[in-house]
């Protein structure tokens, strides 16, 4: 709306001020009766002047707002075709615009951004094809690394918390009255020290599991991760993955970002229900992990989160984008997208 307002007060503006160049000029150079004609003589009730002024300005007014509403239609248009490009829809084909089209060149520079877009993802994904291979020859340095991280993990988390629980049971075994409110709520607290302790620990297991899938579909080992889950947790697990076939680096990188998404649920949301979606849609593939555990700020996220990083650098890797959405109080929701480009000698079959 703004547009248009601003291209009929131009439009108008320069109306006007051309009639009154006009009319001077018509009254310097041409001899004649003018203030009988302009402003005696009337039109509509109006003198002819001032009825000459309003039908330019009207006039001028309306011009602009015609050119300002297509402008502004022109400008939603290439607004909607970047924002297609920003959610990682590569596939822009500008078929319908018409050669005399004004914002042509436009067009010409977005579909050549899109390509190279679109190029760059293929590039990087066979890059993450390849990293696959050659982490047969680094998988000894990438476990002696996961190891090492996990001993920091169960350091920081696990030990910490068992230690707790061994302070607290000391405190209840020298309490003289051992049925007193104070060592009640003792015993309580030790109960659920262990009980998250027992959490962490699972949660860091999942990191146990093999890198590559070894042989599995990707619908197979998450369904199998999935299934561990629900026979040794008290959480409720639902999920919908379909046999997509990609890949074996994509395949990989996305197990990954399931894995540490799965596992911060587990350490940190105090969910009862997590759900996970895998779906392909044409040529693209949806990772969708919800909970309704208690979820965190977003925006006041630590930036160090080893997870998040890591979801986020993983998706990256193979092209992909990562939306995060959480309430406190709510759940948390990790939305992973990620585009799927035929090879150039599967594209002519």
Request: with cysteine.
């Amino acid at each position: 709306m703004r547009i248009q307002i601003t291209f009929s007060i131009y439009f108008a503006s320069a109306a006007f001020i051309t009639s009154i160049f006009v009319g001077f000029a018509l009254i310097f150079l041409i001899d004649a009766d003018w203030y009988t004609a302009l402003l005696k003589e009337s039109i509509f009730l109006l003198p002819n002047g001032i009825f000459i002024l309003l039908i330019c300005i009207i006039f001028g007014a309306v011009t602009g707002w015609i050119i300002g509403y297509s402008v502004h239609q022109k400008s939603d248009e290439v607004a909607a075709s970047l924002l297609e490009i920003e959610q990682g829809n590569y596939e822009f084909k500008p078929e319908n615009r018409k050669h005399h089209d004004d914002f042509l060149i436009i067009w010409h520079r977005i579909e050549g951004i899109s390509r190279r877009l679109k190029e760059q993802a293929i590039v990087q994904q066979k890059l993450a094809n390849e990293k696959v291979e050659w982490n047969n020859q680094l998988k000894e340095e990438v476990l002696t690394k996961e190891r090492n991280r996990l001993a920091r993990e169960l350091h920081d988390s696990v030990s910490q918390q068992l230690f707790a629980a061994t302070m607290l049971l000391s405190a209840i075994n020298q309490n003289p009255n051992p049925t007193s409110e104070t060592a009640v709520k003792q015993r309580k607290l030790v109960e659920g020290i262990i009980n998250q302790a027992q959490t962490e620990m699972r949660a860091l297991l999942l990191h146990l599991r093999p890198i590559q899938l070894e042989g599995k579909s990707l619908k197979s080992g998450i369904e199998e991760l999935l299934s561990e889950l629900t026979s040794k947790l008290p959480l409720e697990v639902i999920w919908n993955i379909q046999d997509v076939t990609l890949d074996k680096g994509v395949e990989d990188h996305l197990f990954r970002i399931v894995q540490e998404a799965v596992s911060n649920t587990l350490r940190h949301a105090k969910a009862s229900l997590l759900e996970v979606n895998l779906k392909q849609i044409n040529q693209v593939v949806f990772l969708k992990v919800m909970d309704n555990g208690q979820g965190f700020d977003v925006e006041n996220a630590k930036s160090g989160s080893y997870g998040l990083t890591n979801i986020k650098e993983r998706a990256a890797e193979i092209g992909g984008s990562v939306k995060l959405i959480s309430i406190l109080g709510k759940g948390s929701n990790i939305e992973v997208k990620i585009p799927i480009y035929l090879k150039e000698d599967e594209e002519y079959d």
